[in-house]
């Protein structure tokens, strides 16, 4: 199974704005956009993309799917930092894919992908705005099975 994790594009800081209602910049969407050209020029064929239920997951997640054409796109609270990522495991799981786009934020997917390739949460992984990893898992998810396979930052 391949697991791409993608953290979600520029927010808006605007204070007016409860943090999970914070949309994303231009700047945020121009990112997001270009990640969804990446994965369209090197032909990666995503299964499912799984956004945080926050706004600028979704917007994020739908820049995307609108380059890939993803046949399936979902919310999902196990993507929100503080949840327990063994229950975003068990998810993935249940899906049945090949591969999966999780989109979601930091720290929780540094920490989630040093889980699956190091066992722990303490790998010095770096998940920038629209950063793209891609961990590749040979069998059933669990840690320390992961395979970091690619590690790429956004360029707009």
């Known amino acids: 199974m391949l697991i791409y994790f993608l953290r979600h594009g520029d927010a ?3 204070h007016n704005y409860h943090d999970s209602e914070r949309p994303l910049t231009d700047l945020g969407h121009k990112q997001a ?4 050209k990446f994965l369209q020029q090197s032909g990666t064929c ?3 993309i799984l956004t945080s239920p926050l706004i600028r997951a ?3 997640g739908a820049d995307i799917q609108a380059f890939i054409n993803a046949p399936r796109m979902e919310k999902t609270d196990y993507l929100v930092n503080g949840t327990n990522p063994h229950q975003l495991f068990k998810q993935i799981t249940e899906l049945d894919v090949e591969s999966v786009l999780l989109v979601g934020h930091e720290p929780f997917l540094s920490e989630t992908i040093s889980l699956l390739i190091g066992g722990n949460e303490k790998a010095n992984i770096e998940m920038k705005k629209c950063s793209l ?3 590749e898992i040979p069998e059933s998810i669990y840690p320390g099975i992961g395979i970091l396979k690619q590690l790429t930052h956004a360029k707009v």
């Open 12 to 14: 808006s800081s605007d």
């Open 33 to 36: 956009e270009s990640v969804g």
């Open 46 to 48: 995503i299964n499912t």
């Open 58 to 60: 979704c917007e994020t």
């Open 133 to 135: 990893a891609l961990v």
